[in-house]
RNA sequence: GGGCCUAUAGCUCAGUUGGUUAGAGCGCACCCCUGAUAAGGGUGAGGUGAUUGGUUCGACUCCAAUUAGGCCCA
């Protein structure tokens, strides 16, 4: 018999464990990013796993400057997610992260640096590509280390950049290949055009904001009628007719050269007195005539024969049709403006009558086509007008506004003006308002061997997760325009055309391409800058049109969605570790007219297929009231604070719990909710470390069903169905149903039951009975499995948890070769069918309901002070018959499923039952236990004081200690 | 202005092909425990399903419009 101290907690098996509760994540995660980065973890999943079936996730380049922000961290954290799950289902899944080098915002950086520096205009072009090159460098390695350090796993010492020599050839290469095939051609075209930036804008690159214009009403005089259309105009000539035209542009009346009608509208002629006897007829669209009437200040002359003066009456309507081929006189410049067709025409403001100017806009270029008017634009890459334009030369547009006005009011046309604020194209780096001007441009057709045509086939062929993403594509391909892929900036690849000066033709010779691409490999693409042009051309090359023999290198440069959209021929094309296509893209949605277009666009048009074979997109960060983030709101929320603040983790948890596939929220309260969620998840492990102390790490499988333990069994039933859940969440790229599942598994299953049940056991058993070492080892499963579930999502803690339990198994010195290095090396759990009992979980969805009543009973005894902790309790069950079966077979479970001293049961109502509400004829009578509290296992027993030695304590514990 | 999308408790999410009183967890309130303790347990209160119409015997679920928000484009 040994010596029974008093202090009976110390024969107890108490949790124990140096795994902290409080996470410290802001201090920790870099530790563990040290433990990967040092037992090259990344590396060695990659040997693991060589060999498999590869799942290619190809990255897309984020733009090097500035830091990340929310929507990166979203964005690469999604992706890490599927790369390690899909490395941990033992697929191949090396991970090539990218970086988008080129392109004006970094231009424009460095712009701002050389101007305050005052240099700006001494550097030349190899020296500001130096700058821009050494700022994209820098941002990429901010970046880099931005990412890496939210638990990204991948290859950060070898991602790709567009700027990068290898790449560089490829763009050539690839941009080669489009010229070869016909597809590249050059033509005068107006576009967005910046004259703060002096260059051509992608439609990306615009901005709409609002913008005062000023809004005038411009007559044009009638000059002549086409035969036989006469009669149209009854009065003409002895009143002037006018076709009156608006525009919030008046600068590009200059460039007027048409007056567009609708051809299904009807235009009135209206006859207006304009005092002293005097009249003109103005024409304007039927739909709009009270409303410009009221603007110009006319009013109906009702009944009257003629109008008065300020008066106005319809003397006829035509249909827009009748009217084509009218020939009027531009208001202030000695030139016809011919009166044409077009659908485009609206009724929404105006007077029907669009002003056309093709080489100004859209609208009026393609009309302006068809007419075959002339592509006119005289206004320089400054935005001021060149010398065709008379009078006005050197003037900057939207300042020669003002003088247009008063030219026009001079020359009796101008009907009204006033000012009118309007959506209008903004340059989206330097927020100044745009032009559309025509200029020479490089275009790849997209009509050109059928190649929209074989894209939008493509985009049936692709899995777009959510599906809505293969209309929104297709619908932009249908409607999209030639690509227009020249730039006139220096921060590019620049097109590498060669031009004959005496018959400007291209040379597209298959010797000069390569010599230029393996020139690109060599250097980079600065060398098309250094050489000079004979350098890139055989010796004594002549033109093989026209036998010139001066030639001259283009000197524009590639639109950067060019360089980013042949990722997918530079980065998995090449690298023979990776797979074409890749198996998926996983962007923003924005990229469907972004990225994934510009690379289905190159895909197709070189390899005939497109790039990826599911494309997933999720929706944009935006803040606690669904509002999108901006600095002005204030709303902001960076990755680097949070990652401060809570850590990345925390971040992750965010990524994973919510569906990504709407717009994501992030607010205070939402990381607040998450922290606690984390630190739920993160005790529940810690809580199974703590049990695990003394564990043996010895396989028990074979006990489980020997001693025949329901409530182990049913944890591990539902521990399968967590695995399933979970899997299946992440094949279906479902992450926050992963959250979800194992938050849930860990609060209601474990903690709020499984566990607290447990404690008895675990605390009051001999430590190596086999009860205690069941149970144990049932938790080392679930401890296992779990941190193997949640490693891609909450990688950091997986992995903490993980080196904690392999330590301990270590030290037992037992099976630690089983047990991997790190988490992400050991492999995804699977459902084991041998522990799914589904019948099982059925019967125990039955007792739940029981002891969901039982509990409503204890806490009403509980509310009366009758009781504290239910051990204290004795409770009395009068179940309905149905439940006779179920209680008996568990009839010596149900004072620990309780967790009360006793249970009895009866087939006699007790007095003062609790009547349960749920089950109908369910009563439970709640007593207080009799006997005496255990000193040592706190549960209440007759036997407390039957034993001298150890008159505080229960006849169990009293064997246990003895024994 | 056009295309695509979203709207369920304070928060994050479930709700099978339209069919009883719309579920879960967190948070909140109250209580218990003090052997997971800057932890753990219990009970409870929270929803005119954005609004309005329509289809239907019946709608959170289907349709339309409106409102709010997001992305893309003009």
Redesign the pocket.
Known sequence: MSILSKD??NT?N??Q?DFP??ANLSQREPEILKFWEERKIYDRIQEKNQGKTPYILHDGPPYANERIHIGHALNKILKDIIVKYKSMKGFYSPFVPGWDCHGLPIEHQVDKKLELEGIKDKVDILEKRKHCKDYAETFVDIQKHDFWRLGVFGDWKIPYLTMSSRYVAYIVREFTHFVKEGYVYRKRKPV?WCPSCVTAL???E????DKESPSIYVKFRVESIPEGKEILFDEFPRIEHYFVAWTTTPWTLVANLALCLHPAYSYHLVKVNIGQGRYEIYIIVGKLLDVCMKEFGFKSCRDKDVPDVGEYQVIATWGGEILEGIMCKHPFIDRKSKVILGDFV?V?EGTGIVHIAPGHG??DYEIGLKYGLDIYAPVDDRGRFTKEAGELEGQFVFKANAKIIEILKNKNSLIKEERFIH?Y?HCWRCKKPVIFRATEQWFISIEHNGLRKRCLEEIDRVNWI????R??IY??VL?R?DWCISRQRAWGVPITLIKCDSCSGFIKEEEVFEGIIKSFEEKDADIWFIKSVDEFLPSGYKCKKCGGNSFSKEMDILDVWFDSGISHAAVIGIDKRLNWPADIYLE???????WFQSSLLTAVGTKGKAPYKTVLTH??V?D???????KSLGNVVAPQEVIKSDGAEILRLWVS???????????K??L???T??Y??IR??????L??LYDFDYRDYSYALLEIDSKIDRWAMSRLQTLIETVTSAYENF?F??V??AL??F???D????Y??VL??RL??FKPGSMERRVTQWVLYQILSTMTRLMAPVLSFTAEEVWQNIKQRAKSKEQREEDIEDSVFLASFPEVDEKYYDQELEKKWDDLFVL??????A???K??E?F????L?AKVILYPPERYNALLSEYRDFLPAFF?VSAVEITDQSPDASYKSREIEGFEVKVEKASGAK??????WSESVGRFKEAPEICERCYEVISG
């Open positions: 009976y907690k107890l108490l949790p464990t509760m409080k967005h992608a439609e990306a615009v901005e709409y904001a609206t929404g859209e609208d959506s194209p959510p599906r809505w993403g209309d929104r619908g932009m409607n325009p923003g949605s924005d990229q469907h007219r972004g929706g944009f935006v606690g009231q669904g509002k999108k983030m901006s719990a919510k569906d990504y596939r709407d717009d994501i929220r992030i607010s309260e939402i607040e909710r998450l606690e969620a630190r739920k005790n529940t492990c810690r809580f199974l703590g049990n479902n926050h149903e959250f979800h938050y849930n860990c609060v209601v474990m903690s709020s039951f566990l607290d404690k008895d605390y009051t002891r969901s009543e039982v509990n409503k204890l806490e009403i509980r509310a002070k009781l504290g902790n239910s204290e967790i255990c000193q040592r296992c706190w549960n």
